[in-house]
Structures are given as C-alpha cells and as structure tokens.
C-alpha cells in the first residue's frame, strides 16, 4: 500500500485522537497510525489499560478508560480520519515529505504529529500481575481517590518527583503513606523533598526495596520489604501500591531523527508542540513528563493540530 498524505497522525492516545479530530474538521484528512500493541499497550494508550475514568470533563457518571478511548476513535472516524491499526516502525524525516514506515508500507506526509505517549515502568514482582488494578497502580493522581484506599495505610515506591508528589498526594487520602526509597537519598529536587519531609502523615523508608507484594485473593493486603544494607524484611500492611518509578516515552523509533531528552521525551519548545523538526509536532505524554492527564494530553494534541494547519498554510502562501 503506501500513499502521500497532508498530515499523519501517529498514536492513538488522548493526544492523537484529538489531533485528528482537529485536523480532520480543518479538512486536512489525516491518516493515524494507531499502533498494534505499541509500546505493550492496546490502541487507545494508557486509559485502555485503567478502570473508572472520573477526571475527564464531561462524564459526570464515571466512564470506563475503554469505553472513553472508544468514544475518541468513533469521532475520529465520524470527522474524517482514515485508521490504521499499525506500528509505525521507522521514520525518516531528513527527507521532505517525510518517511513513515508501517506494516502495509511506505507513506509521506508533509506534515507530522507525534503522540506516541508513554509507559509507566511496572516492578515484576511476585504477586504484581494478580494485584494489578487491585490495589496496584502507577498513577496516584488517577486512582488515589478510589473508595478502596481511604483511611487506609499505602505504599509508594521511588524517590523521583514523582514519587514525592504521589506520596503528598496520596496523604489526602490514606490513613498513612509508606515511602520506599532504594538508597539513602531521594533523587526528587529539594522542595519536594522538604515538603515529604515535613508530612507527619509520610514515613520514609530509606535503603527499602519491595520484595512481594500479599493479598487476600481478591485485594492487595500487604507489601514484603528488605532493607537492601542490612537485609533484614519486614511486612507493611497496605491497601494501595503505588510505582513511581518513572515513565519510559516511546520514542526508540524517532532516536536520531529529532531531538530527544536524556530520558527520550521529545524535546518541544516550552508551551507549544513545536519539536526540532521543522513541521514535526509532539503532543501527550511523549513529550510531557511532568503532568501526564488524559485531559493535558488531550489540550497538547488540540495545539499540534492547529499549529500543523497553520504550518502547512504557511507553507503554500
Ligand atoms: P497514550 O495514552 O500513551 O497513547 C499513545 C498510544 O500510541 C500507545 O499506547 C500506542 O497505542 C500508540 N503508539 C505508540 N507507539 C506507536 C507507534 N510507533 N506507532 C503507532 N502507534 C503507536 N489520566 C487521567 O487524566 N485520568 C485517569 O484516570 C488516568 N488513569 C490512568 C491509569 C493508568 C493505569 C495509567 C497508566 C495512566 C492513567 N492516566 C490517567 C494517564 C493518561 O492515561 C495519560 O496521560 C494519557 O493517556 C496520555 O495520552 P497520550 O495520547 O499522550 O498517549
Ligand atoms: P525519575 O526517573 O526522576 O525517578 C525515578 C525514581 O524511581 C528514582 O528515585 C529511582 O531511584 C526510583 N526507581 C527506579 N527504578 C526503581 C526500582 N526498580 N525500584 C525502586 N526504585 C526505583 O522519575 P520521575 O517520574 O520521578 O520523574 C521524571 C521526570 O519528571 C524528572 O525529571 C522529574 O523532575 C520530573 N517531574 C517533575 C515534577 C514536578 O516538577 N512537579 C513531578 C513529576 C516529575 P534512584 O534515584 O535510586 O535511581
């Protein structure tokens, strides 16, 4: 197959849905690369992977992150979209138009966004695939209301920024929250650090790694810890474990084709979706590593599209 295209639009999360819904009504009919378990998630992205979805404006009755992604992809369509389930696999964009390289072919398009978000890095620990979503979770800020962790005791893993804030976060809700730092430090900048610090409700555990994770069958009940100087274990009763443990953007296919972060986010010109790239924009999670919401992802994905259209009219002006 293969075919040249004003736009394509690759990945299929928040970010690339609302691009294309965007493009699409500015009667760019673009074509999405939706991906085929890209990055080890389903089209769709990360809320494909989730229950309850009660923070996306619009759904006062909570919508499952299925049935949202589902919405998404049907105004796609009704907009004007074309849909592969594909994985884009290489791209070259020294070239104009630039390269795309999937499955069915070789497709160009003058113009490109990329929202190919990211992972939230999981431990393999035992007991982490039964609990799952059953009390296990990497996104606090996503799931930390939940009726199943109030007033109950919980457990962060890491010492990132992520980390520090998920903990502080999570003390709106647990009845305590149990840090789990690897080393004797916390990689989090100083002010995130003081304000862990200075919450009576977060106990820090320095030098403490997770070993397995108790449950009763149904729910997480409890997490199995050593101190990794002096090995010795303990058990910390938890209804909630939360990884944060960092991200991993899925970028490997853009390596040496636009400028990366030391992390691989794409690196965009503060407050827009402008990359290294003349005429290549990144929106979602893939290029945000700090707020990381459907509804941010979504926002970045609107500012791509527009920025792409009035982009590419510049160009035949
Ligand atoms: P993603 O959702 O990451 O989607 C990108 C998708 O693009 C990939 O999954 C894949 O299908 C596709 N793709 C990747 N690489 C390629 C490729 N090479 N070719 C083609 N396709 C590709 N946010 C909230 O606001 N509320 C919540 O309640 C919430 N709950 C969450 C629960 C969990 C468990 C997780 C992990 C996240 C949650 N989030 C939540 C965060 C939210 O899911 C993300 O911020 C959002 O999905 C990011 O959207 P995105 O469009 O940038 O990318
Ligand atoms: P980071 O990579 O910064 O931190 C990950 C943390 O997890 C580290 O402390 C690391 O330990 C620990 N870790 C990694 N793997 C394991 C493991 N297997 N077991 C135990 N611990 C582990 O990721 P973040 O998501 O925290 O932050 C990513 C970026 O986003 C950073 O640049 C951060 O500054 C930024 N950010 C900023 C925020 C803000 O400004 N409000 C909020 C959130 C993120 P170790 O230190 O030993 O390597």
Not at 85 to 90: D, F, I
Not at 278 to 297: H, I, L, P
Request: charged share 20%.
């Amino acid at each position: 197959m293969g075919s040249h295209e004003k736009i394509i639009i690759i990945g299929s999360g928040p970010a690339g849905h609302t691009a294309a819904i965007y493009s699409a009504r500015a009667m760019l009919s673009p074509l999405m690369f939706e991906g085929f378990m890209a990055g080890g998630v389903a089209a769709g992205g990360q809320l494909t992977t989730t229950t309850e979805i009660e923070n996306f404006p619009g759904f006062p009755e909570p919508i499952t992150g299925p049935e949202l992604m589902e919405k998404m992809r049907e105004q796609s369509l009704k907009t004007g979209t074309r849909i592969l389930t594909e994985t884009v696999h290489r791209i070259d964009l020294k070239q104009r138009p630039f390269v795309i390289e999937a499955d069915s072919g070789t497709y160009t398009a003058d113009a490109l966004i990329i929202a190919t978000g990211a992972t939230a890095k999981k431990m393999e620990l035992p007991g982490v695939d039964q609990y799952w979503q059953r009390g296990i979770s990497a996104c606090a800020v996503c799931d930390g209301a939940l009726p199943v962790f109030r007033n109950k005791p919980l457990v962060v893993i890491g010492g990132g920024d992520s980390a520090a804030e998920e903990a502080t976060y999570l003390t709106k809700y647990g009845s305590t929250v149990h840090l789990l730092v690897r080393r004797g430090e916390m990689r989090a900048s100083k002010a995130m650090q003081k304000r862990v610090m200075e919450n009576p409700k977060i106990t820090i555990h320095w030098h403490t790694e997770a070993k397995e994770v108790l449950g009763d069958g149904r729910l997480l009940t409890a997490v199995k810890v050593f101190n990794n100087q002096t090995q010795a274990e303990a058990t910390i009763e938890a209804s909630g474990l939360f990884f944060a443990i960092g991200h991993k953007p899925n970028t490997d296919f853009l390596v040496g084709q636009i400028d990366l972060d030391d992390s691989g986010y794409i690196l965009t010109q503060p407050g827009t979706p402008i990359t290294s790239v003349e005429g290549v924009f990144a929106a979602g999670d893939v290029q945000d590593k700090v707020w990381r919401q459907a509804v941010t992802a979504a926002g970045s994905g609107c500012m791509a599209a527009l920025a792409a259209e009035r982009w590419l009219e510049a160009q035949h002006s």
